[in-house]
Nanobody, 123 residues
Framework: VQLVESGGGSVQAGGSLRLSCASS????????FGWFRQAPGKEREGVAT?????????KYADSVKERFTVSKDNAQNTVYLQMNSLKPEDTAMYYC????????????????WGQGTQVTVSS
């Protein structure tokens, strides 16, 4: 399985970006997808998840609720992260992750990770 993120970039505060995570290979067993981010000098943190026993179930970090939306296009094997009302504190490298677990949370043991895409938000 390969995960390839795209869509990162530089925006001003209040702007929007949509990240994409395209998966390829043996994706039939992937039930849980997550977005994580890591800022310089900080630990990696969970941003959003989608999937699990309920394929459309979503979870969000409190810091991004009502600003970010995670979605999935099964036909395209792609997971998206729509980010609105971006803040400078959203600046980080964003990573897509995928796993076979039916329990989909930030603590899920994700089997596969993408290379990351940089998001920079200026004030």
């Amino acid at each position: 399985v390969q995960l390839v993120e795209s869509g990162g970039g530089s925006v001003q505060a209040g702007g929007s970006l949509r990240l994409s995570c395209a998966s390829s290979g043996n994706t039939y067993n992937l039930h849980c997808f997550g977005w994580f981010r890591q800022a310089p000098g900080k630990e990696r943190e969970g941003v959003a998840t989608i999937g699990g026993a309920d394929p459309q179930s979503t979870k969000y970090a409190d810091s991004v609720k009502e600003r970010f939306t995670v979605s999935k296009d099964n036909a395209q094997n792609t997971v998206y992260l729509q980010m609105n009302s971006l803040k400078p504190e959203d600046t980080a490298m964003y990573y897509c992750a995928a796993g076979s677990s039916w329990s989909c949370t930030f603590k899920t043991a994700f089997n596969y990770w993408g290379q990351g895409t940089q998001v920079t938000v200026s004030s």
